[in-house]
């Protein structure tokens, strides 16, 4: 059954590539429009302040997803993670091959908060919509989503609140001790392929600020040691930037690609035979 199904599985990509093979080239896209929207897809523990995580500044391109949540209650205020809305490019943006551009930006308003639910989780989702315009206008591609599961603590320091005085902050927090801690659940994929009349084009996408956190601090976060993420200066408007650029390659000439689809084609054909004997 495994040979047969090995079979099948060669059969099936000869005949792709051989489509594949069938589309002509076009002239390689050297600059593009683009559209980045953002939003908190899932966030917790959500509620009214000061039992939990409040929700504003809906974005109404992305589904009405909000873009700022607060918890906490402080002498400034609550503490808030605030997402761009959007971000956009025209001529003279994005260019095939080029230096990256701005995405959008997370940015935690960390303040010295009183006791009472703070923010433990939340779901950052985005998508990218690229639009062809030189050296001609095309169809958009996109938009394509990406999601960012993100796990969050509050270090304990309730006593700098009103007295400046010290407090005992998370372990681990190296050179900026009271630092909140944003720890990267999951592995989102910071690139991708697509391709566009023959030619591949890979999208990356640049996070600064972003890196492997303390065992101490990962371990407080509820995360395994050698977790990814960032921490957040108290008192202090914290922002981590993105950027992404696009990137082009040219994909095997369409008689190469034929006859290797041939070439799998009668291999596929060949191993059948000799389940078949």
């Known amino acids: 059954m495994n040979k047969f199904r090995n079979i099948l599985s060669g059969t099936a990509v000869a005949l792709t590539l051989m489509v594949g093979a069938t589309q002509a080239s076009a002239d ?50 609550p503490s808030q993670l605030m997402v761009t809305p ?3 490019g025209g001529p003279g943006g994005l260019f095939t091959n080029g230096a990256a551009v701005a995405g959008a930006s997370l940015t935690h308003q960390n303040r010295i908060i009183g006791p009472g639910a703070t923010l433990e989780t939340a779901t950052l989702a985005s998508t990218l919509l690229l639009t062809p315009i030189a050296p001609a206008p095309g169809t958009p591609f996109g938009p394509v989503p990406i999601f960012f599961n993100i796990l969050f603590e509050e270090t304990d320091n309730f006593g700098l609140d009103n007295n400046g005085g010290t407090d005992d902050c998370t372990a681990g927090t190296g050179s900026q001790p009271c630092a909140d801690i944003f720890v990267l659940a999951n592995d989102p994929a910071l690139s991708f392929d697509f391709i566009l009349d023959g030619i591949v084009y890979t999208v990356e996408l640049l996070i600064d600020g972003i890196g492997p956190l303390s065992d101490e601090a990962c371990a407080f976060a509820g995360a395994a040691s050698g977790c990814i993420g960032f921490l957040t200066i108290e008192e202090q408007e ?3 930037t993105t950027a992404f650029s696009i990137t082009a ?7 190469t690609l034929a006859l290797l689809g041939l070439g799998l084609l009668g291999l596929g054909v060949a191993r059948r035979r000799k ?3």
């Open 249 to 255: 390659r040219a994909v095997p000439e369409p008689g």
């Open 28 to 77: 390689l896209v050297t600059e593009w429009d683009y559209t980045i929207e953002s939003g908190f897809s899932d966030f917790g523990p959500a509620g009214a302040i000061p039992g939990g995580v409040e929700a504003s500044v809906p974005n109404p391109g992305i589904g009405g997803l909000p873009t700022t949540l607060s918890w906490g209650i402080g002498d400034t205020g």
């Open 238 to 240: 914290n922002v981590l």
């Open 86 to 88: 959007t971000i956009s």
């Open 275 to 277: 389940v078949a004997a």
